[in-house]
């Protein structure tokens, strides 16, 4: 809704004043700068970032760490925010986490004003652009992923030495024609009209460093009073908000949760720092005497007021995280989530490559955990039954009859719409991930074929099943049976498998299981044969049994695949080719059949 506005606004800037091109072209070169820079670290983290991110988010103080310092580094708490919300979407770190890292980002931000203050405004930085922006577009130009990213990094730099320096030159020049300080407001009035001002501006650009620059560029011109300066730097941190906001449109319930903490926290920031502004001002002015600051050096004096505000509402709020979890998760509970919807699959974890890998396989997993309920209700047991009560002699004295509508049910409402996201969100992912993260991609793109593949040979098995367990004829019933077990057992070996930590012991266990399957098959086609031959079963009989052995295999190994794929960490699978070439719909109807 600002955004028409603010562009009526620039146009009349640019009709009324040749001078007001020079301080939009800092603002877009900085701001173009940022986004290169944010790029560029993406590319050349190469998942460091995220697996720091995520061993670094058991404490509150790692979480605040990992805020300050990866902001300060990449000077973008833009791209943490994003990050954090990729994490928290897919279920990789906790709301408490993702919380103490935003609030982290705040005070990693005041190092900018800091460099801009006490480095940037002191020198040409244009002498150092050219040559950077010269350095960063060769190597942009080169084949090599890695020195693509680099030139992405140094030529963001260059573009934000060229911003400040246009924003200089700017304002500098706009002093000959115009007065901004002439619209200088004191007092509370002018105290809570800038810092809207503040805000306005800051969602317009969706970047508290570029308001940030704008106000210490202007400040550093005498374009803008210090008082007022300080009431745009904490409209600043209250706009930035939205970028939270934005990246938690595509997000889930915890996204949004996150996002809120965010409005939150600035909010009761920029309170808390114009009811004490008197006070604060007092303690800046305190250290400026203290690091011998020059009594008209506000450009600095302002970063210290950036920096004392932040630190001040980190120290307020922090203690207060568990309570404002509750508080959030009161206000925005979480949806019933219906079996069908997928719970980890939202567009904001694609924003990371490693977040997306992981939620897909959090999705598979949960797949796993649904399917095996289908499956247990397609051999006439309850879940808890074929993981837990069901023994060998209880199955055979107690044959159930079964509905036939019962797995084509569960398996519309169970397993197609997760299976169909997860194919459709794998599909869209595609163009985001590469190397190792495609790969692994792969790999848990295949266990959920494998899932519904076992499904699949279950629901066939169903159709002979339903019925001979009630046959007359006792071979018959025992054999089915025995079928019955053998994925029984499997599911059951699953379950152990996976407590196992030991990724040797599990890739050998699933291999032994694969080959108890296969024995345990050759075993029962055997006993058919045997009772063939002892006329106890009949040719009909034999034909279906020998058919229904091949479903209950097919079901065991497909589901044994896909559990070593989504549940051995760091297995070198083989992985083999998955086409979707076909439309994600066309694969899932492929597999109903």
């Known amino acids: 809704m600002l955004l028409p506005l603010f562009l009526m606004v620039m146009a009349y800037a640019f009709w009324q004043n040749n001078n007001s091109k020079l301080i939009a072209a800092g603002v877009a070169i900085f701001l173009f700068g940022m986004l290169a820079i944010e790029d560029g670290f993406q590319r050349l983290s190469g998942g460091v970032l ?19 310092i990866t902001t300060s580094l990449m000077q973008s708490s833009s791209l943490v925010s994003i990050l954090t919300i990729s994490f928290l979407s897919a279920g990789l770190i906790d709301l408490a986490a993702g919380i103490g890292i935003i609030f982290g980002a ?23 652009a050219m040559p950077m922006l010269a350095f960063g577009v060769v190597l942009i130009l080169q084949s090599n992923n890695k020195l693509k990213a680099i030139g992405w990094v140094i030529s963001g730099i260059g573009f934000l030495f060229m911003g400040i320096q246009y924003l200089k030159d700017g304002f500098d020049a706009l002093n000959e024609t115009i007065d901004l300080a002439a619209y200088a407001m004191t007092g509370i009035k002018g105290l809570l009209v800038y ?57 889930n319930t915890e996204g949004k949760r996150l996002a809120g903490a965010h409005f939150i926290f600035n909010i009761t920031t920029a309170i808390v720092a114009i009811i004490l502004m008197p006070y604060i ?27 004392l505000f932040n630190v001040l509402g980190v120290l307020l709020v922090a203690p207060f995280i568990r309570p404002m979890v509750k508080f959030l998760r009161w206000v925005l509970p979480e949806k019933g989530l219906l079996i069908k919807h997928p719970k ?48 060998k002699l209880s199955l055979v004295q107690h044959s159930k009859a079964m509905d036939h509508q019962d797995i084509n049910a569960a398996y519309a409402t169970r397993i197609k719409h997760i299976f169909s996201a997860i194919v459709e969100f794998v599909v869209l992912a595609r163009g985001k991930v590469s190397g190792e993260y495609a790969k692994s991609l792969q790999v848990y793109s295949r266990a959920v074929r494998k899932l519904a593949l076992a499904i699949k040979a279950i629901k066939h098995l169903q159709k002979n099943l339903m019925v001979q367990l009630n046959s007359p004829n006792e071979e018959v019933r025992y054999l089915y049976n025995e079928l019955r077990w053998m994925i029984i057992n499997t599911v059951r070996e699953i379950e152990k498998i996976k407590l ?19 024995r345990f098959a050759s075993k029962t086609i055997k006993a058919i044969e045997d009772n063939i031959r002892k ?59």
């Open 106 to 128: 705040n005070i990693g931000t005041t190092t900018g004003a800091w460099l801009l203050a006490g480095f940037g405004l002191k020198v040409e930085l244009s002498a150092y």
């Open 50 to 68: 995220e697996r720091f991110l995520r061993s670094s988010t058991n404490r509150l103080w790692k979480s605040l760490s990992f805020g300050v």
């Open 344 to 391: 980890y699959l939202s567009p904001a974890v694609l924003e990371s490559s490693h977040a997306t890998v992981m939620a897909v396989k959090q999705e598979a997993r949960r797949l796993y955990g649904l399917s095996l309920k289908v499956i247990a209700n397609g051999i006439g047991l309850q879940q808890a039954e074929m993981l837990n009560t069901v023994t």
């Open 281 to 307: 001002m007092l303690a800046v002015e305190w250290l400026g005497d203290k690091f011998h600051l020059a009594a008209d050096n506000y450009t600095l004096r302002l970063a210290i007021f950036h920096t």
């Open 195 to 251: 810092t809207l001002v503040g805000v306005a501006i800051t969602v317009v650009m969706q970047s508290s460093h570029g308001t940030l620059v704008l106000i210490i560029t202007a400040l550093s011109s005498n374009q803008i009073s210090y008082e007022n300066a300080l009431a745009l730097s904490i409209g600043a941190n209250v706009g930035t908000t939205i970028t939270a906001f934005v990246g938690s449109l595509g997000a």
């Open 500 to 518: 196992n930590s030991q990724f040797s012991q599990n890739k050998g266990a699933y291999r032994t299981l694969q080959k108890y399957n296969t």
């Open 535 to 593: 006329q106890q079963i009949s040719a009909h009989h034999s034909s279906s049994l020998i058919t229904d052995t091949e479903y209950a295999r097919r079901a065991c190994l497909n589901l044994i695949d896909a559990a070593e794929k989504l549940f051995v960490e760091g297995a070198s699978h083989e992985v083999q080719a998955v086409d979707f070439s076909q439309e994600p719909q066309a694969i899932v109807n492929e597999l109903s059949q």
